[in-house]
């Protein structure tokens, strides 16, 4: 009986020591398994913290960039008349510049204002700008000229615009004498007016 009751106790020992080496196993692999896990979860929270950073760089960065939705306008400065012209930028010349960039493909500009909603940049030009008219009569009817200034003499000079027919048979003597010796007009809104008063 005492061999019988010697076995029984060496089986629950080994039953017994099965369970704790179960347990002792499963605990190392939950462990491992936990500790994957806060591995992988440390690469995660790591992989954010970079791109966070890289995103701070570029919201930080003094190299902002033209938008889409940012307004770029051109100003030329003309030194003889005085006036200035303004026109949008080719939108898609410009998109995702730099300043420098901007520079480089507008390099006889100064850039004014450069910011993400408007960009602006300023040309001083040589001579008058294209909304100069000369507004005369030739052959009975009423003729057009855009002034210009002739590059190899400086002086004003004008190329043909457009013939109207516009008659000037039945005008005043003193608008026909205005005509006769030249109408200096300064705008395309003024000369369609003028040119509208006498239809």
């Given at each position: 009986m005492a061999k019988k009751l010697g076995f029984i106790l060496?089986?629950?020992?080994?039953?017994v020591l099965s369970i704790f080496y179960g347990i002792y196993r499963t605990k190392e692999k939950e462990d491992y398994r936990i500790g994957s896990k806060v591995i992988k979860y440390d690469n995660e929270i790591e992989k954010e913290e970079n791109n966070n950073l890289e995103m701070a760089k570029e919201?930080?960065?003094s190299e902002?960039?033209?938008?889409?939705?940012?307004?770029?306008?051109?100003?030329?400065?003309?030194?003889?008349?005085?006036?200035?012209?303004?026109?949008?930028?080719?939108?898609?010349?410009?998109?995702n510049l730099t300043k420098d960039e901007l520079?480089?493909?507008y390099p006889d500009w100064r850039i004014v204002t450069f910011s993400e909603n408007n960009v602006e940049l300023e040309k001083e030009v040589e001579g008058i700008c294209g909304e100069h008219y000369l507004v005369t009569e030739e052959n009975g009817f009423i003729v057009v000229y855009k002034r210009k200034i002739d590059t190899e003499?400086?002086?004003?000079?004008?190329?043909?615009?457009?013939?109207?027919?516009?008659?000037?048979?039945?005008?005043?003597?003193?608008?026909l004498n205005c005509l006769v010796n030249g109408e200096e007009i300064y705008s395309r809104e003024a000369l369609n007016k003028f040119l509208e008063d006498y239809e």
């Open positions: 060496a089986i629950i020992i080994v039953f919201v930080n960065s902002e960039k033209i938008g889409a939705n940012t307004d770029v306008v051109l100003r030329k400065n003309y030194n003889l008349c005085g006036h200035t012209e303004e026109e949008d930028a080719n939108k898609s010349e410009v998109v520079l480089d493909v003499t400086g002086r004003m000079d004008k190329e043909e615009y457009m013939t109207t027919d516009i008659s000037v048979e039945y005008l005043p003597e003193e608008d």
